[in-house]
């Protein structure tokens, strides 16, 4: 008789079983615990409770003004909108009394009291007040007398243009006034301190970070534009309506041209004069109101005499000055702005060079050190959100540091000659000495 022998069980077969069954008992105890729970369980006791009340039912006194302003805001925001004073297509007329920039009139609002003990900021010990975003209010003051903003007056001003080739072209005026002066923002320095200056460019190309520059920066902060910006003269009227004087950028030739698209209008040092002058007149004709020019690029025609002389010569005859953002050859640069009278300053920094808080930080410093050594600086940077934010931040603490900071126009220097005071002091594109100390 045959042996009889059992097929070997599955282990798939085995496996799954056992997983059933204990699904099965595992579930059946776990839904009788749920059952105990919800027969005889309290649901008040289920968890922490809170109650929250939609206003605060006590009747405590707000804390007295001093107080409040204890705590640091030295970076805290405030935007003061700067309204649009026309369409998209309009002229975007000025209101007979000015700009609206939503602060009450001095005699329409009440004066902050400050106490004796209130907090200043460092660098502040001769003075007493409150330090609110970085800017000192003292006995007496408000806060919107402090930092209230002057509009400049509407381009054009009556003079400074003129027809030709049928393009209006700035030029200086019969008595004498030059758009560089009449277009730069007013500058008091009474405490003869060390001065900044900071321009921030690449704008018109981006609305959301042109609005944001010309908007949030303070109005010693000089802006400036592209040439080939979409509503260019209406950026230009909101800049200066709150505040700020603005320069034209000029696409010049760099080195490594050819590599990149080509501006129309760029200026080449192979071109001829009259061609590079005819462009340089298209590009003044964009828009008026700038105090002067801007380079883009350029390191190439700026290492060329020949064709670099007549383009300032140009600039410097229509009364405009002309800021080296620090990528042109400085001996160069410096020996043509005297040799064309030209109001001229290079820029010591390119303040966002790197697009890092630790990188613009360092800049920074650079800026005040050499500010403290020899009087004044000037940083150049672009509208990006970073550097917008850094210079918003940075700007306010500069009182504290015993800086001024000031617009461009009052460090563009015009070149010394026989009749002139000392080429080492720092001037104004006028012939006026300003209030800046260059020793420091």
Same mark, same amino acid.
């Given at each position: 008789?045959?042996?009889?022998?059992?097929?070997?069980?599955?282990?798939?077969?085995?496996?799954?079983?056992?997983?059933?069954?204990?699904?099965?008992?595992?579930?059946?105890?776990?839904?009788?615990?749920?059952?105990?729970?919800?027969?005889?369980?309290?649901?008040?006791?289920?968890?922490?409770?809170?109650?929250?009340?939609?206003?605060?039912?006590?009747?405590?006194?707000?804390?007295?003004?001093?107080?409040?302003?204890?705590?640091?805001?030295?970076?805290?925001?405030?935007?003061?909108?700067?309204?649009d004073f026309g369409d998209e297509t309009g002229s975007g007329d000025l209101p007979d009394l000015g700009p609206d920039l939503g602060i009450d009139a001095p005699?329409?609002?009440?004066?902050?009291?400050?106490?004796?003990?209130?907090?200043?900021?460092?660098?502040?010990?001769?003075?007493?007040?409150?330090?609110?975003?970085?800017?000192?209010?003292?006995?007496?003051?408000?806060?919107?007398?402090?930092?209230?903003?002057?509009?400049?007056?509407?381009?054009?001003?009556?003079?400074?243009?003129?027809?030709?080739?049928?393009?209006?072209?700035?030029?200086?005026?019969?008595?004498?006034?030059?758009?560089?002066?009449?277009?730069?923002?007013?500058?008091?320095?009474?405490?003869?301190?060390?001065?900044?200056?900071?321009?921030?460019?690449?704008?018109?190309?981006?609305?959301?970070?042109?609005?944001?520059?010309?908007?949030?920066?303070?109005?010693?902060?000089?802006?400036?534009?592209?040439?080939?910006?979409? $509503?260019?003269? /209406?950026?230009?009227?909101? *800049?200066?309506? #709150? =505040?700020?004087?603005?320069? &034209?950028?000029?696409? !010049?030739?760099?080195?490594?041209?050819?590599?990149?698209?080509?501006?129309?209008?760029?200026?080449?040092?192979?071109?001829?004069?009259?061609?590079?002058?005819?462009?340089?007149?298209?590009?003044?004709?964009?828009?008026?109101?700038?105090?002067?020019?801007?380079?883009?690029?350029?390191?190439?025609?700026?290492?060329?005499?020949?064709?670099?002389?007549?383009?300032?010569?140009?600039?410097?005859?229509?009364?405009?000055?002309?800021?080296?953002?620090?990528?042109?050859?400085?001996?160069?640069?410096?020996?043509?702005?005297?040799?064309?009278?030209?109001?001229?300053?290079?820029?010591?920094?390119?303040?966002?060079?790197?697009?890092?808080?630790?990188?613009?930080?360092?800049?920074?410093?650079?800026?005040? $050190?050499?500010? /403290?050594?020899?009087?004044? *600086?000037?940083? #150049? =940077?672009?509208?990006?959100? &970073?550097?917008?934010? !850094?210079?918003?931040?940075?700007?306010?603490?500069?009182?504290?540091?015993?800086?001024?900071?000031?617009?461009?126009?009052?460090?563009?220097?015009?070149?010394?000659?026989?009749?002139?005071?000392?080429?080492?002091?720092?001037?104004?594109?006028?012939?006026?000495?300003?209030?800046?100390?260059?020793?420091?």
């Open positions: 008789m045959a042996n009889r022998r059992d097929a070997e069980p599955s282990p798939l077969r085995a496996g799954v079983l056992h997983t059933g069954l204990s699904l099965l008992v595992f579930g059946g105890i776990a839904g009788a615990l749920g059952a105990v729970v919800i027969l005889m369980g309290d649901p008040s006791e289920a968890g922490p409770k809170q109650t929250l009340a939609l206003f605060d039912t006590t009747n405590s006194a707000a804390p007295p003004l001093k107080t409040r302003l204890k705590t640091d805001i030295v970076t805290a925001n405030q935007t003061l909108e700067t309204p005699d329409e609002r009440a004066m902050a009291a400050v106490a004796p003990d209130a907090v200043v900021g460092e660098g502040d010990a001769d003075t007493t007040g409150v330090r609110i975003n970085g800017k000192l209010v003292k006995p007496g003051e408000s806060y919107g007398e402090v930092t209230r903003i002057a509009s400049l007056e509407r381009a054009p001003i009556a003079g400074l243009t003129e027809r030709l080739n049928g393009m209006t072209l700035p030029r200086i005026s019969p008595e004498g006034r030059a758009p560089a002066d009449a277009y730069a923002r007013p500058f008091i320095n009474t405490g003869n301190k060390p001065v900044v200056a900071v321009v921030v460019g690449g704008l018109g190309i981006n609305a959301t970070h042109t609005k944001s520059a010309i908007d949030e920066l303070p109005p010693e902060v000089t802006l400036s534009f592209a040439p080939d910006a979409t $509503s260019l003269q /209406l950026w230009i009227n909101r *800049a200066r309506a #709150a =505040g700020h004087e603005v320069l &034209i950028e000029t696409p !010049m030739e760099a080195y490594d041209y050819g590599r990149m698209k080509m501006h129309p209008l760029t200026l080449l040092a192979s071109e001829d004069e009259a061609r590079n002058k005819a462009r340089l007149d298209r590009i003044l004709s964009r828009s008026t109101g700038y105090f002067g020019l801007i380079n883009s690029q350029g390191s190439k025609i700026g290492d060329d005499e020949a064709a670099m002389k007549p383009v300032l010569e140009a600039v410097s005859e229509r009364g405009l000055a002309f800021i080296d953002d620090g990528g042109l050859n400085a001996p160069n640069m410096k020996q043509l702005s005297g040799e064309t009278r030209l109001r001229y300053v290079r820029a010591d920094s390119a303040i966002d060079a790197k697009l890092s808080a630790e990188d613009i930080s360092a800049e920074f410093m650079e800026l005040e $050190s050499q500010a /403290l050594e020899h009087g004044a *600086a000037l940083g #150049a =940077g672009y509208a990006f959100p &970073i550097t917008i934010e !850094m210079v918003k931040a940075w700007t306010a603490s500069l009182d504290q540091k015993g800086i001024v900071l000031a617009p461009v126009s009052a460090l563009a220097a015009t070149a010394s000659s026989a009749e002139n005071p000392a080429e080492d002091s720092v001037r104004t594109g006028s012939l006026a000495q300003p209030p800046v100390n260059p020793h420091g």
